[in-house]
């Protein structure tokens, strides 16, 4: 599990570079991961960034457990956050999700 958090983590540092994904918080659990993200108005950065995430991420541990199928039970999920407060909760979320 540590190990595929570790490849997650180095996938997203790639989105970041390669879409200019601009990351503002995240958390990635056993079983799921929580991202704050924002897209500057470049509608693509986001769906570009996951998909590279997701794929390779999946793909790796396809290939490392020696099974074929999907990986992720459900496509993202998108939320926009419009005002301050619910910025600032997303936030906290984010940071004591883990400890839940």
Known sequence: MAKDQR???QWLYQARKRYEL???NY???SNHIHMLVMD???RDVIP???QLVAGRS???YNQRKKRKGAYWEDR???TAIEIDQHFLRCLVYIDLHPVK
């Open 48 to 50: 570009k960034s996951i």
């Open 58 to 60: 999946s793909q790796e």
């Open 76 to 78: 993202y999920h998108a």
């Open 40 to 42: 500057d108005n470049l």
């Open 27 to 29: 958390t990635v659990t």
């Open 22 to 24: 601009r990351i503002l």
């Open 7 to 9: 490849r997650y983590l």
